[in-house]
């Protein structure tokens, strides 16, 4: 049938005034978890220092469409890319003066990506090994998965314990074989927040004569500051022997805009095989020490602005923020009753699990939600239980106080209204399904059946901008049927579940 309304030559319609979409961007935005406030404690980091945002995004709007292609066409960008990494190098223990005096580094789009290429760099160096393995504690973050994944890596975890939730030193050398190209540690995790041994790991890598990273994408920007504030922060940077990189990201707790990770190496022929140089076609020789090519220097402008207004003394201040903010949480959770602590807090995350069968955890956070409090859940994980997550930030601060009372309410209600019973034929469903076995029609009856949905248009077209202000996104408002059900699959399932409901939400708008 032939759409009379259909225009091929006019797929975007006709232009409309940039007050419009303003308007249109942010009634979007209004769908979305609150960034700033101090009660979201996942995917931002918010330090709530007045004029910083300002300062960032004229920083960003500056340089945004300068390419990070050509640091010859642009060296604004190669100068504030080498502050970065010269900053970053100094506060991880390495630079002049110190043990690590030779230290060289890339900025990269974020954490996955410096890991990546951490993992490509270890590679690299040994082509020779035609079947390059990389060994990571089970509690590594996803990104060194995705990163063996892509780069025909394998992987080789090794169990953490759970009372330390931490990889003792003894199962990593265990695991490095002649195949190793990688040893990695956390520091600190981040489902936990917990540093591992970095000093006896890189020293059974470096004894085996393997590389050994550091994964401080999360914590890298805080441990410093915490340890001048006289926290027992125990060695993990390049003042440990044995540590050839480390990443750490500045869209994480330098509270620089989204974007920007810096991925340091001991010294620059660690970083060689990094980079990625072709000639050999007509067009310009590519020189790319990142996965990107062409890159905005927006991110990298942004970051510069913020940790030049920030400094040692703003970092140092909003540490001492997120510190106290941490404690009083964790205050908080010891003094209800059938919560416990993961882990005692050593960096800036609060993580508990629950002590009783009748305070159901994905209920507890969807009443924590409901109070205003976005916390993250973390599904059951070997001999690991179910937990929250909080990553905290020194925008908590002014809101601890608040916290502690709606935890009790919430917990309360969860009791009240008690653990999710998964309908037998979901509980069966998830035991036994296998991710092949999963079909479309499957899929998309779960999905309704959980009430996810599809987020409404952003465009002006028949009313679809008046959709995406009234919905509630496209979950439903309590999600720990989702969990439970999550929560009762394996791993494999879990992902494929994930994959074919995110793929259901990522259609087209015509
Ligand atoms: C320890 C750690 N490594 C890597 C990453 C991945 O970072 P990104 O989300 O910026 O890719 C994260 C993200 O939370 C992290 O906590």
Redesign the pocket.
Known sequence: MIDEERDERAPLGPGVPAETVLAELRRLRKLDRPTHGGRLFAYVYDPAVPGLDELAVAAYAESAHVNGLDPTAFPSLLAMENALVGAAARLLGGGPGSTAPDVVGSVTS???ES?ILAVKAARDAHPEIAAPRIVVPASA?A?FAKAAHYLRVALDPVPVSAETLRPAAADIAAAIGPETVLVVC?AP??AHGVVDPVAEIAAVAAAAGVRCHV?A??GGWTLPWLRRLGAPVPPFDFAVPGVTSISV?L?KYAYAPKGV?VLLHRDAALRAPQYFAFADWPGYTMINPVIASTRSGGPIAAAYATLRHLGDDGYLRLAALTRDAVSGLADAVRGVDGLRLMAEPESTVVCFTSTDPELDLFVLVDELAARGWHTQPQLSYADLPASVHLTVTASVAPRVAEFGPDLLAAVAAARAAGPVRLPDELRALASTLTPEALTPDLVAGLAAGLGLGAVGAAGDGAGAGEASTSGTGPLPERMALVNALLDAAPPALRERLLVEFVGLLQRPTW
């Open positions: 974020g954490g996955t890991l973050h990104a956390s995790s981040y994964d994408c999360f990201d869209h990770s």
